[in-house]
């Protein structure tokens, strides 16, 4: 499993000049079952994406479609971690 860190290197305006490409590429994801939860920083200063790939290049290639990557308006920080620990919801999620 990973968690995404984007931060913003550019000024808000231009985040939303994106928003909506942005959008549809997370929703891409969502719908192949990779990405598992989204949403805004707060402050705005980012987004945070909880993912699951096989592998990080798998991952990095994968991100290099995100129009936020393809227009340099983040930085993308990558964390790989092994779930131990999960509320009964997400037991799926557990490392088997």
Do not use: N
């Not at 096989?54 to 990095?60: G, K, S, Y």
């Not at 994968?62 to 993308?76: I, R, S």
């Amino acid at each position: 499993m990973f968690v995404i860190s984007l931060t913003y290197v550019c000024s808000l305006e231009d985040v939303e000049k994106w928003l909506s490409d942005h959008i549809a590429f997370l929703d891409k994801h969502y719908a192949q079952g990779i990405f598992l939860a989204s949403g805004r920083k707060v402050p705005r200063t980012g987004g945070v994406i909880l993912a699951i790939a096989d592998t990080r290049a798998q991952l990095i290639d994968l991100l290099e479609d995100d129009p936020f990557y393809q227009h340099g308006l983040a930085e993308y920080d990558i964390t790989e971690f092994i779930p131990t620990k999960t509320a009964q919801e997400l037991s799926f999620l557990l490392e088997k």
